[in-house]
């Protein structure tokens, strides 16, 4: 039987992003989670540590759960959004970045260098627009919540998908109009299982034990987090069928912006990426331009999410 | 569930076994960023890199068919770099008729394409060595000294120790599915797909609230044998000058690839 559980095939091994790119989406996952590690620490933490660290084996044993849809082929779940909607959104991003980063270190399961960009792809944005939109019906009727928790779950894998496509394209391997389509079109179709497994154990732990999602889940977030699921979604939504339909016109415009260098006439052959005009291209300038690139980002984030913070609730 | 299931640790006694886990973590993820750095089509360096890498196994008296078919795992992506193939311009080399488009392969596309599996291959094992000597409490220690924060290591540790106990228990899950779905040869079992999802639903839910329940229990368990917050190796994890001589030469070695591929 095979153990290995590797159902969604999100995980980039290295080799396949380059510097800039690995950098500035590390920058953002170490960023993301500084945060999340920040808001639970205190007298809860030690508590919440055991707890967290079960629910990471939890997710990742969950991830083995299958159903048989058709032909051979079975849904799964990735578990980013159910792990935000009944923990929260910081310890499920906690969670999740343990999951993915014992996947990479312990079965070479995703790179170690783009461990980063991973854990960003299925940890930080699947939390994210899980919990944000699955908030966005607090309050509401059980069946209410659970559509929120569907339309959650399936939005949460088909931007994980978007992401790892776009890195991709940035990175130079591949070509924006053939992955952008393909990597959607399969992880539509595999947010579909997610979101039906992730509504019926929903429902079920709603059935039996649902003081357990009052504790955890729903007391953690605010009304920020629906802006930033609802924010991440439409990015998506908006931009994923322009990038499918309309790579070239993508292309041009990076190119005019002086941000993809699909350099042919390079002094020798490098990944075509960031560079930095005055430092020429270089592995050098690759790297500057990265990290430049992180900093604005990261910048840029830091802002935004101390906007949304919500005091503490002890 | 055997540790080995999971556990690609190799028990042994070789150099690189001995070697502090810091430095291998620092060795492996230099030698993957220098992998990264390395030029398309610089093939010299590249057997340069992967003599460093055979050097690596030998000394952790690893088997080489143990790396190689352990680095098969990161294949499935290769996919995503095949349209590197048809899309760099180049001398064109066959064209191919997907349909209404042609696909034309070119030498540069091809190189890319090559340069790419071969770097992710390279990386992928020593990734593996890593693993393979290091074993994995050590692991985590190891991020802990490079300055992973706290919370997240004491995370990665509890969920490696329930990894086992919670994975038995989802196969227990399957496998009691399995014995009560009966199905004519040639269908599936169970009603509409709706039903099969609800039912891996549940399942899902169920281990979720036994692992949330059993959280609270094992807390207490730890607190009653002295747990204090963090969990500690046997290991002393001190850097000696041995640790300190081995990881120079490391890294010189690693530097060698990069030069071969700047002087070209």
Same mark, same amino acid.
Request: net charge positive; proline share 4%; glycine share 10%.
């Given at each position: 039987?095979?153990?290995?559980?590797?159902?969604?095939?999100?995980?980039?091994?290295?080799?396949?992003?380059?510097?800039?790119?690995?950098?500035?989406?590390?920058?953002?996952?170490?960023?993301?989670?500084?945060?999340?590690?920040?808001?639970?620490?205190?007298?809860?933490?030690?508590?919440?540590?055991?707890?967290?660290?079960?629910?990471?084996?939890?997710?990742?044993?969950?991830?083995?759960?299958?159903?048989?849809? =058709? $032909?051979?082929?079975?849904?799964?779940? !990735? @578990?980013? &959004?159910?792990? #935000?909607?009944? %923990?929260?959104?910081? +310890? *499920?991003?906690?969670?999740?970045?343990?999951?993915?980063?014992?996947?990479?270190?312990?079965?070479?399961?995703?790179?170690?260098?783009?461990?980063?960009?991973?854990?960003?792809?299925?940890?930080?944005?699947?939390?994210?627009?899980?919990?944000?939109?699955?908030?966005?019906? =607090? $309050?509401?009727?059980?069946?209410?919540? !659970? @559509?929120? &928790?569907?339309? #959650?779950?399936? %939005?949460?894998?088909? +931007? *994980?998908?978007?992401?790892?496509?776009?890195?991709?394209?940035?990175?130079?391997?591949?070509?924006?109009?053939?992955?952008?389509?393909?990597?959607?079109?399969?992880?539509?179709?595999?947010?579909?299982?997610?979101?039906?497994?992730?509504?019926?154990?929903?429902?079920?732990?709603?059935?039996?034990?649902?003081?357990?999602?009052?504790?955890?889940?729903?007391?953690?977030?605010?009304?920020?987090?629906?802006?930033?699921?609802?924010?991440?979604?439409?990015?998506?939504?908006?931009?994923?069928?322009?990038?499918?339909?309309?790579?070239?016109?993508?292309?041009?415009?990076?190119?005019?912006?002086?941000?993809?260098?699909?350099?042919?006439?390079?002094?020798?052959?490098?990944?075509?990426?960031?560079?930095?005009?005055?430092?020429?291209?270089?592995?050098?300038?690759?790297?500057?331009?990265?990290?430049?690139?992180?900093?604005?980002?990261?910048?840029?984030?830091?802002?935004?999410?101390?906007?949304?913070?919500?005091?503490?609730?002890? | 569930?055997?540790?080995?299931?999971?556990?690609?640790?190799?028990?042994?006694?070789?150099?690189?076994?001995?070697?502090?886990?810091?430095?291998?973590?620092?060795?492996?993820?230099?030698?993957?960023?220098?992998?990264?750095?390395?030029?398309?089509?610089?093939?010299?360096?590249?057997?340069?890199?992967?003599?460093?890498?055979?050097?690596?196994?030998?000394?952790?008296?690893?088997?080489?068919?143990?790396?190689?078919?352990?680095?098969?795992?990161?294949?499935?992506?290769?996919?995503?770099?095949?349209?590197?193939?048809?899309?760099?311009?180049?001398?064109?080399?066959?064209?191919?008729?997907?349909?209404?488009?042609?696909?034309?392969?070119?030498?540069?596309?091809?190189?890319?394409?090559?340069?790419?599996?071969?770097?992710?291959?390279?990386?992928?094992?020593?990734?593996?060595?890593?693993?393979?000597?290091?074993?994995?409490?050590?692991?985590?220690?190891?991020?802990?000294?490079?300055?992973?924060?706290?919370?997240?290591?004491?995370?990665?540790?509890?969920?490696?120790?329930?990894?086992?106990?919670?994975?038995?228990?989802?196969?227990?899950?399957?496998?009691?599915?399995?014995?009560?779905?009966?199905?004519?040869?040639?269908?599936?079992?169970?009603?509409?797909?709706?039903?099969?999802?609800?039912?891996?639903?549940?399942?899902?839910?169920?281990?979720?609230?036994?692992?949330?329940?059993?959280?609270?229990?094992?807390?207490?368990?730890?607190?009653?044998?002295?747990?204090?917050?963090?969990?500690?190796?046997?290991?002393?994890?001190?850097?000696?000058?041995?640790?300190?001589?081995?990881?120079?030469?490391?890294?010189?070695?690693?530097?060698?690839?990069?030069?071969?591929?700047?002087?070209?």
């Amino acid at each position: 039987m095979k153990i290995l559980p590797r159902p969604i095939p999100l995980h980039i091994p290295d080799g396949f992003l380059n510097i800039g790119v690995s950098l500035v989406f590390w920058a953002l996952a170490i960023l993301l989670v500084g945060f999340a590690v920040r808001r639970t620490q205190g007298e809860l933490a030690e508590r919440q540590i055991p707890l967290m660290g079960i629910m990471a084996a939890f997710i990742f044993a969950a991830q083995m759960i299958n159903f048989p849809i =058709a $032909g051979g082929t079975s849904g799964h779940m !990735l @578990g980013g &959004a159910l792990a #935000a909607i009944v %923990l929260g959104p910081w +310890a *499920g991003m906690l969670v999740m970045t343990a999951v993915v980063g014992v996947q990479a270190l312990v079965f070479q399961d995703g790179g170690l260098l783009v461990m980063g960009a991973n854990i960003f792809n299925m940890g930080l944005l699947t939390a994210i627009i899980g919990y944000g939109i699955y908030r966005l019906a =607090a $309050g509401r009727s059980r069946n209410v919540r !659970l @559509g929120a &928790a569907a339309v #959650a779950a399936w %939005l949460s894998v088909t +931007a *994980g998908a978007f992401a790892t496509a776009l890195q991709l394209w940035l990175s130079g391997i591949s070509a924006l109009g053939i992955v952008m389509p393909a990597m959607l079109g399969v992880h539509a179709l595999i947010g579909i299982g997610e979101a039906l497994i992730t509504v019926a154990a929903l429902s079920f732990i709603m059935r039996t034990r649902p003081d357990v999602l009052e504790a955890e889940g729903e007391a953690r977030g605010g009304w920020g987090w629906a802006v930033a699921g609802l924010l991440a979604s439409l990015t998506v939504l908006l931009f994923s069928p322009f990038a499918s339909s309309n790579p070239d016109g993508l292309e041009r415009v990076a190119a005019d912006l002086g941000f993809l260098e699909v350099g042919a006439d390079a002094a020798y052959e490098i990944l075509p990426d960031y560079v930095v005009p005055f430092l020429g291209d270089s592995a050098f300038s690759t790297i500057a331009a990265g990290m430049v690139g992180a900093l604005l980002v990261a910048g840029l984030v830091y802002f935004l999410v101390r906007m949304f913070r919500r005091p503490v609730k002890i | 569930m055997h540790i080995n299931t999971f556990d690609h640790y190799q028990t042994g006694d070789s150099l690189i076994h001995r070697l502090d886990p810091r430095v291998k973590v620092v060795v492996t993820v230099l030698f993957i960023l220098s992998n990264v750095l390395l030029p398309d089509g610089a093939w010299l360096a590249f057997l340069l890199a992967w003599g460093i890498l055979l050097v690596s196994g030998r000394l952790a008296r690893l088997p080489l068919a143990f790396l190689l078919t352990r680095a098969l795992v990161a294949l499935p992506f290769t996919l995503a770099a095949v349209t590197a193939i048809f899309s760099i311009p180049g001398e064109p080399l066959l064209a191919v008729k997907a349909g209404p488009w042609v696909l034309v392969a070119t030498d540069n596309g091809l190189n890319r394409f090559l340069s790419i599996l071969f770097r992710s291959w390279m990386s992928v094992q020593m990734a593996i060595v890593l693993t393979a000597t290091t074993q994995f409490p050590d692991l985590v220690h190891a991020l802990r000294h490079l300055r992973i924060p706290r919370i997240l290591t004491a995370i990665i540790s509890f969920m490696y120790r329930y990894l086992f106990v919670l994975s038995d228990e989802v196969l227990r899950l399957l496998r009691a599915r399995e014995a009560r779905s009966a199905r004519l040869p040639g269908s599936k079992a169970g009603g509409s797909v709706l039903w099969r999802a609800k039912i891996a639903g549940n399942m899902a839910g169920q281990l979720f609230l036994r692992s949330y329940e059993r959280s609270d229990r094992v807390y207490n368990a730890m607190l009653a044998r002295g747990y204090r917050g963090v969990l500690l190796t046997m290991n002393p994890h001190i850097l000696t000058a041995r640790d300190w001589q081995i990881g120079v030469v490391a890294l010189l070695l690693i530097a060698l690839p990069q030069l071969v591929a700047r002087i070209n």
